[in-house]
């Protein structure tokens, strides 16, 4: 007995190696399997992400005035923007910015086919941190040292075209997506 | 000093039985009996009044869970309905408040006084280290904790802290939304930061036991940072620290009660007793005092990332502590020059506080009319303080300072005797 391959003494190292990695795997397998719902579980469930469109009506907007309305839980912000305003915007060197953009690619056209530079649409959130930055007519101070937004949590300045100009925030206020679907009515989301 | 022998002796038939089976009243017992050094000051019994704040949060939170809603409809009416109509709610509500205030007080204390008597250093790291893991997961519960009440400050803070993860290169939006379960902060968030806030306390106690149990191991650290060296150098814990520990929690119970009685709102933010909306920012988004400090660390560079990296390192240091402090000497009575260092780290850490709760383009030092230092270059200063005191002057000082000369024991520090250097301070 004791001489054969199958005595106690003989250990089969590869074979006990194998069985050791296999079942192993098996179980790295198994624990993926179920970490993967315990963990994805946390992303946006379907109603979450599916409740994300909204229409807002332009012609409601005075010149110099700004909407704001709640879009997948944060704010938009529609500016209806003065001749002033626009010029301004449109006047920066683009190469001048931290994150540069011109006037018009912070447009989307209207049924007509045209960029209509009065209507700035945006989402109200600060690339920054996420505060809601101030940008009332009419308020001091609220209009921010480049006379668009200001954030008030970490002093970030945004130009007339929500493009960032001084502060912290990395990126210019977010353009959500939206189309005209009337000639005075865009659907955000 | 590891591993006391243990000299309790079952006495009952029953007591017995259990020794042998169950030896849990062994394990009681040789923790009250556990050789203490006999030359423990006050600044070491903001341990036992750190598990007693640990207790109160959690039994005051559980009692809070059973009125509370985490629904954004009405989980800010809940905490009101808690105070005004729910029996002793009025007085509960505001314990779980102010005890997370004065449980951060206690664990600041304790931090410094490790920082100062050097208990961080062999071999207390493991101490000191599940020290920095129990203070992570307090802010975080905190955090979480702060968002329950839906007030604007609650959701704008939540909104902030989970912005920062948007500064995560790549996955960073995706780990935001993957972290709120929606666009923004909403009714998904305020339910699982509920659920964990219940949670962590729990995680808290696990490591406090491992905190508790490595200091057992490796024995205390003491005032004059020398190993006790005979029986005469130790104390029973019980009574002569229970006692010690108890006159201590007395007086942090009146101060306690200070607050809860009289000034249950003090250390809140007057914006929180407004409810959440999300369409308006407070125009002055400030932390809990606890957290001012990283805060101004946070704004003191102009980049988000890198602000959020000093942040994070502001913490991480702290886990390195032990092998950047490269002296042998543990107390600071015994080093004259890094005193004064750690003396200046104390005030600087005022002063970042002072700079979170400012608008950083105000001035804090004016020098002349309308000008002078303002809180944004005094946070940056004061930042690279914080940072040096770890990563240049601690390293540094070990290696060039002279100490002075240690006392031959603990017994000799403490009665006199030739070699007893500064022990009377």
């Given amino acids: ?189 | 000093m590891s591993g006391h022998l243990s000299t309790y002796e079952p006495k009952y038939g029953v007591t017995k039985w259990l020794d042998k089976r169950l030896p849990i009243i062994r394990m009681g017992a040789d923790f009250m009996t556990y050789p203490s050094p006999r030359n423990l000051n006050y600044w070491w019994t903001f341990g036992g009044i750190l598990t007693l704040c640990l207790m109160v949060q959690i039994i005051t939170g559980v009692i809070l869970a059973m009125h509370y809603t985490a629904n954004v409809d009405v989980a800010f009416a809940d905490v009101q309905r808690i105070r005004r109509d729910v029996p002793f709610g009025w007085l509960i509500q505001p314990m779980h408040a102010v005890g997370a205030a004065m449980f951060f007080f206690a664990v600041y204390v304790h931090m410094f006084r490790g920082l100062y008597y050097g208990s961080y250093k062999a071999p207390r790291e493991m101490i000191w280290i599940l020290g920095c893991i129990i203070y992570l997961i307090m802010m975080a519960t905190a955090f979480l904790g702060y968002t329950l009440p839906w007030g604007q400050m609650s959701f704008w803070g939540a909104t902030v802290i989970s912005n920062f993860f948007t500064a995560v290169p790549f996955v960073g939006d995706s780990l935001q939304q993957w972290i709120l379960g929606g666009y923004s902060v909403d009714n998904p968030t305020l339910n699982r930061f509920f659920a964990l806030h219940f949670l962590l306390p729990f995680v808290i106690a696990a490591v406090v036991g491992l905190h508790v149990w490595a200091m057992h191991h490796a024995g205390q650290n003491n005032p004059v940072g020398i190993e006790p060296k005979s029986k005469e150098d130790t104390l029973a814990f019980h009574p002569y620290y229970t006692v010690k520990d108890a006159f201590a929690v007395v007086v942090f119970l009146l101060i306690f009660a200070f607050f809860i009685f009289y000034y249950p709102d003090a250390l809140g933010h007057a914006d929180n007793y407004i409810e959440a909306d999300p369409l308006a920012t407070p125009a002055h988004i400030v932390p809990e005092w606890y957290f001012l400090p990283f805060y101004a660390i946070l704004r003191a560079v102009p980049d988000k990332l890198m602000g959020l990296l000093l942040m994070v390192g502001a913490i991480a240091v702290l886990f390195i502590l032990p092998w950047l402090d490269t002296s042998k000497v543990r107390s600071m009575r015994f080093r004259p020059v890094t005193r004064i260092w750690f003396i200046l780290f104390l005030i600087n850490s005022f002063i970042l506080g002072w700079c979170g709760a400012a608008t950083p383009s105000d001035i804090a030092i004016p020098m002349g009319e309308d000008k002078g230092l303002n809180f944004l270059w005094l946070s940056r200063i004061s930042t690279l303080y914080y940072f040096a005191y770890f990563l240049l002057i601690l390293p540094i000082m070990g290696m060039i300072e002279k100490p002075k000369e240690l006392p031959e024991s603990i017994t000799k520090s403490v009665l006199g005797g030739a070699s007893s250097g500064g022990a009377a301070s």
């Fill in chain 1, 1 to 189: 007995m004791s001489d054969t391959e199958h005595s106690h003494d003989h250990v089969d190292e590869e074979k006990r190696d194998f069985i050791y990695i296999a079942a192993g795997a098996v179980a790295a397998v198994g624990a993926g399997a179920i970490g993967w719902p315990l963990v994805t579980q946390m992303s946006m469930a379907a109603d979450t992400k599916a409740a994300g469109s909204i229409e807002i009506d332009l012609s409601n907007i005075d010149e110099g005035s700004q909407v704001k309305s709640l879009w997948r839980g944060k704010p938009v912000f529609v500016r209806h923007r003065t001749p002033e305003e626009i010029a301004e915007a449109e006047a920066v060197d683009v190469a001048t910015l931290p994150d540069p953009a011109t006037d018009n690619e912070r447009l989307m056209p209207n049924k007509a086919g045209k960029l209509d530079p009065r209507f700035l649409v945006m989402v109200g959130v600060c690339t920054h941190f996420g505060c809601v930055p101030i940008g009332e007519q009419g308020k001091v101070d609220a209009l921010g040292e480049y006379g668009g937004w200001y954030c008030p949590c970490h002093g970030s300045h945004y130009d007339t075209a929500g493009r960032i100009r001084k502060g912290p925030a990395p990126e210019n206020l977010v353009i959500p997506p939206y189309e005209f679907i009337s000639d005075t009515v865009i659907k955000v989301g």
